[in-house]
Structure formats: structure tokens, C-alpha cells
């Protein structure tokens, strides 16, 4: 039975929890025994451009319970959208194949973009309208005891709380009748329109925005037009005008975060600020990063994060050029050229797995290997401390050292393909120094370790490792056949 099917038949708490895959008594338990309080943790983080943002964090069980919902109501818009006349392309921020490079997409190569922001966005969608909605919307029509329910799950403090699993799903669920007016509001003015949450983007190439849509007051100050403001008030929200904003074709255009002026990319200044810190890292080992707080130290992980950002960025750019876009067995590992941003993200690679590793790190040579050597692992985790550590809270193990796991991905950026077998960790013994010869940070303090199987390519590799020991990273054989 579809989810959504199934959804609108659901009359009892157990044949809810059943759904959500989970048993009745902790659905019963979380919701109505423990203290509504006692289910969230709240934190505090800075905005970007000043103020505080209050984060509600749903403790183990009820985040369990709200994932569940989330992705039951993923699968129903999915089903929902697969109707005849049904538009999913308007909503971009937390929906399936959505973010904010489509979102930002959508508004490339315009005259003019209008960005508008909803205030107190989370904040408008209350215990009551939440219920309301899965009661009467035409796609839900839930029995009212299940939608008190779903409304239990996801509010607190009689509003959807930031930091909930499901609080996005069900704003972009209330809030789709509002994109389906501005969309078609914004199509009769020759307009683009599409939103990621709280923030609303219209784009135009007409010579002037429509007076629908925007509005030049005579002290200067763009305004959102009377019509685009009544349909905003209409559904329940309202717009915040301090962040109401018209960028020109002739300056900077962004819209969440992204340039549109004539391609799709990230600010300069963004890229500037990643590749320096990269630099830094391969010079000291560090990096470090100017906060609200000051200069802090960098965090690897979060270096990595915005590279593999503007990774996607130039993917996504990179697909959709014609000769790309018409072949469809065009793949960025086979017929692609790496530019400078993803040489560089290959260099970031190669110097966190193979030279500023924090463990030592294994590189093996069949598909499998990984898989029997984390099985032995696991086996003999108290005989050998060194590779695994048992964690006492659930029993499991955690590994102490890392394994390359080779795909695609690795292929364009570091020369190892998934299939390569010996002949790739040929290559990568005979480029090692090479390719680590501009790192100056301190030298690694973890090997990088080879695992060959015990047949022709073994030998193979003697007349490589000699060849490529002169260096500044000493290579090291050692033979455990016998």
C-alpha cells in the first residue's frame, strides 16, 4: 500500500506507530509520559548578520519518532507530486533533490532578483494550524485523533521548534498553496519565483519589475508589490522589509548564497577564504578561521565541508553544459578535466588521507579486502587494542585506523579507481613523492599502509617501492607472506 494511502487510513496510535516503525508503547511513552520539557534541548547559535537563534534538539526517542515522520512525509509529497498538474520544483530547501544550488539555479542570468524573507518563519506555524492542515488539506484528510498526534509529535511550545527532523516537511507541506499563488502570480508578470525555506526569490529579465511584484517608494526603498503582500498576509506570514532586497543585472547577484549573474557559482571571497586556509594546512599542518568569536583554529572536517560545496557547485555546472547534458553517458571521472578548485580538492585529499592522516591509514587492493579485514577486526578487537577500541556503551568497536575506500570519486581526484586492482597502486607508490613533495607542514606521523595479495602483482611492486624511495617520505617494504 503507498504511504500516503495508508497514511489517511490510520484511525488508532498503534496503527500510527506501526507506520512510523516504531512500538506503540514508546510512541505512548515519549509523547504523553515524559515531560514536554524534558524532550528537547535548547542552544544558541549566532546568526549571520547579528542576533541569536534559539535551537530546540529533540532528545533520542522523540528524534527517532520525528525522523520517521519526516521521511513518511517525504515519500507522500513524492506521491503527491507524481500527480498529474502537480508542481515540485518551487520549494528547493529541505525537499529530495533539492537545494540551494537548484534553488539558486532557477534565478541565473536575470535583470533583476528580488529577495524577500519571511519573519518568524517557524514561529507561524502553530499547534492548531499544523493540525488543521492534515485535517482538511485534500491530499491528507486525516482522521482528527491522528492529526492531534502528528501535531504532538512535531510541535512544542505550540510551534514547529528549528532543530526538529520534521519541522522543514511540514512548513514546505503548509506552505505549498502559497508558492503554487506567487508562482502563478510571478508567471504572469514574465517573473521567475522559487523559494528554500524562509527566504522568497523573484527574478525578471523585462526591463522593470512589475508593480505586482515590487515597488520603488519615493524615498528610494524597494518594496514588495501590494498584490505579492496580500497573497504573503493571505497565507499567515508576513515579510520581513529590512531583509527585502532588488539586486541589478550591472552588481553582484546571490541568491542563498550563490552568484547568478551569469553562471551559478560561489562568492570570491569564499573561494578565496577555503583556498587560503588550504595553502595554510599544507604549509603548517593548520589553518585558522575568523568567527564572531575572533581568530579560532580550523576544524579539517569543516574544511573539507565547504570544498566538497564548491565541488557540487562546478558539478552542477559541469553537467549541464550542452555537450554534457546531451551525452547520457557522460560521467566527471571518465570525460572530465579537472580545474584549478578541483586540482586543489584532489591536493586537499591526497594530504588528509596520505600525509596529515591522524591514524594509520590502509589502502588495499581487491573490492573485499575492506570488508574481511574489519571482519577479522571486529573478531579479535580485544587481542589487537592498537587497531580497534570496543566502545562500552553499546558494545561495538571503533576502528583506529582509516581504510581508503576507492570509487569514483577518488578516481578524478586522487588516481584511484575502484577496479584499478595493483596496477593503480603502482601508480600511486610511483607519484607519492610527487604528488607530497609541496607539503611543507610537519611530516606524517601516521604510515600509510599497502595491503597486496599474495600472487604476481606482490612482486610487481618490489621494483616500485625501490624506485620510489628516494624522496623526502621514506618508503617502506616489508614482506608478510611467509
Known amino acids: 500500500m503507498k504511504d500516503l494511502s495508508a497514511l489517511k487510513d490510520i484511525r488508532t496510535k498503534p496503527e500510527l506507530a506501526k507506520l512510523l516503525d516504531v512500538t506503540p508503547q514508546n510512541l505512548t511513552y515519549t509523547l504523553y509520559k515524559i515531560g514536554r520539557k524534558d524532550l528537547y534541548i535548547s542552544f544558541d547559535i549566532p546568526k549571520r548578520n547579528g542576533g541569536i537563534r534559539t535551537i530546540y534538539a529533540p532528545v533520542c526517542n522523540l528524534k527517532l519518532i520525528q525522523s520517521r515522520l519526516s521521511n513518511l512525509l517525504q515519500d507522500c509529497i513524492d506521491e503527491i507530486n507524481n500527480k498529474p498538474n502537480k508542481s515540485s520544483k518551487l520549494a528547493h530547501g529541505f525537499v529530495r533533490k533539492g537545494s540551494i544550488i537548484t534553488n539558486a539555479n532557477v534565478h541565473k542570468n536575470q535583470k533583476y532578483v528580488l529577495n524577500i524573507d519571511l519573519s518568524n518563519f517557524f514561529d507561524s506555524f502553530n499547534f492548531g494550524r499544523v493540525r488543521g492542515f ?8 486525516l482522521d ?16 514547529l521548534p528549528q532543530g526538529s527532523p520534521c519541522s522543514p516537511v511540514i512548513t514546505n507541506l503548509i506552505t505549498h498553496s502559497l508558492d503554487i499563488r506567487l508562482a ?75 552568484t547568478v549573474n551569469k553562471k551559478l557559482n560561489v562568492k570570491k571571497i569564499y573561494w578565496r577564504t577555503v583556498r587560503s586556509q588550504c595553502y595554510q594546512l599544507f604549509c603548517t599542518g593548520t589553518f585558522y578561521k575568523t568567527t564572531y568569536k575572533g ?30 547534458k546531451n551525452n547520457p553517458n557522460w560521467k566527471r571521472e571518465k570525460n572530465g578535466n579537472s580545474n584549478s578548485r578541483e586540482r586543489l580538492f584532489g591536493r586537499f585529499l591526497f594530504f588528509r588521507s596520505f600525509y596529515g592522516n591522524s591514524q594509520p591509514t590502509i589502502l588495499c587492493e581487491g573490492k573485499t579486502d575492506i570488508i574481511h579485514l574489519k571482519s577479522a577486526i571486529r573478531m579479535l578487537v580485544t587481542d589487537f587494542p592498537n587497531l580497534a577500541r570496543e566502545n562500552p556503551k553499546n558494545g561495538d568497536y571503533e576502528l583506529l585506523i582509516s581504510f581508503i575506500k576507492k ?17 593503480c597502486l603502482k601508480t600511486f607508490v610511483s607519484n607519492f613523492n610527487k604528488n607530497s613533495r609541496d607539503y611543507t607542514a610537519p611530516s606524517p606521523q601516521y604510515p600509510v599502509i599497502i595491503v597486496l595479495d599474495n600472487d604476481k602483482g606482490f612482486d610487481d611492486f618490489t621494483k616500485v617501492i625501490n624506485a620510489a624511495k628516494t624522496g623526502s617520505n621514506e618508503l617502506q617494504e616489508k614482506d608478510y607472506r611467509n
Open 184 to 258: 502563478s502570480l510571478a508567471k504572469k508578470n514574465s517573473c521567475s519565483y522559487s523559494r528554500y525555506a524562509d527566504d522568497i526569490t523573484i527574478s525578471t529579465r523585462k526591463a522593470v519589475f512589475p508593480n505586482q511584484i515590487m515597488e520603488q517608494h519615493e524615498n528610494g526603498k524597494y518594496l514588495a508589490g501590494k498584490k505579492l503582500t496580500h497573497e504573503i498576509t493571505r497565507a499567515g506570514f508576513s515579510i520581513n522589509e529590512k531583509k527585502t532586497r532588488i539586486q541589478h543585472q550591472y552588481s553582484k547577484q546571490d541568491v542563498t548564497g550563490l
Open 144 to 159: 482528527p485523533h491522528i492529526a492531534t498526534v502528528l501535531a504532538n509529535i512535531a510541535c512544542f511550545n505550540n510551534k
Open 134 to 141: 492534515f485535517i482538511k488539506n485534500r491530499n491528507f484528510e
Open 295 to 324: 581568530r579560532e583554529q580550523g576544524n579539517i572536517n569543516e574544511l573539507e565541508g565547504q570544498l566538497n560545496f564548491i565541488d557540487q557547485v562546478d558539478h552542477f555546472n559541469r553537467i549541464r553544459k550542452t555537450y554534457n
Open 407 to 423: 570509487s569514483n570519486r577518488t578516481k578524478f581526484f586522487m588516481g584511484l579507481p575502484k577496479d584499478g586492482g595493483h596496477v
